[in-house]
């Protein structure tokens, strides 16, 4: 189990802080509104009002001592930068920042941020990616490049082994996974067969990924 801290409980603070604890971790919650407190209180372990731009504050709650801290904090960017500026300087070895431009990442970053997530942004490729092509389910952006796609596999692919199929040569794609109805392959190997709604989960460049999709 772990413990998490998560500073600003608005929309993208609380679905982090309560899918943290429905995995089963430890998660205190900090936000400056009474009411944002209130409503989380009986889901997470420990929920405070309090104001995040206070040095003291965040020693009280002992910020420190979590495995890795979430600043959530949106409109006021200037409590969301100084909240992770106090909390590097506290030694918090995890810090995770959310971030609105790419401006605002680089400043996070250079104030101390481990991770910088930009949630709109990063939705915002999800839904371009699933839209363009129906059979994405899944993406993960590992570089403006290269991603780990989920997707259906293709009727050109369905009753063929890998082998056969020779993806790797053909459009320069690997794949990681495959999930059957009940059942999931991990690094499969020549001798594995595509079959009827089995999903993909394949690494490469985009452009071949999509190629592939199609
Ligand atoms: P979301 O999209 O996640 O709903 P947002 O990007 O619009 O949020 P805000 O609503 O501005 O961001 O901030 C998220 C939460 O952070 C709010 O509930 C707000 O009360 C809280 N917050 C803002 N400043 C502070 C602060 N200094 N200390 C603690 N909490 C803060």
Known sequence: MGSYAVIGLGRFGASVATTLVSLGHEVLGLDKSEKKVHELADVLTHAAAADAKDEEVLKTFGVRNFDAV????????????????????????????????????KVLERVGATRIVFPEKDMGVKVANSISSERILDYIELSDHHSIVEFLAPNKFIGKTLGKLNLRAKYGISILA?????????????????????????????????????
């Open 178 to 214: 495959i999930r059957k109805e009940d059942d999931i392959v991990v690094a499969p190997g020549a001798e594995d067969l595509i079959e009827e709604n089995d999903l993909l989960v394949v690494l490469g460049d985009n452009k071949a990924i999509d190629k592939s999709t199609r």
């Open 70 to 105: 979430v600043v959530a904090i949106g409109q006021d960017v200037e409590a969301n930068i100084l909240t992770t500026v106090m909390l590097s300087d506290m030694g918090v070895k995890n810090i995770i920042a959310k971030a609105k431009t790419e401006l605002h990442g």
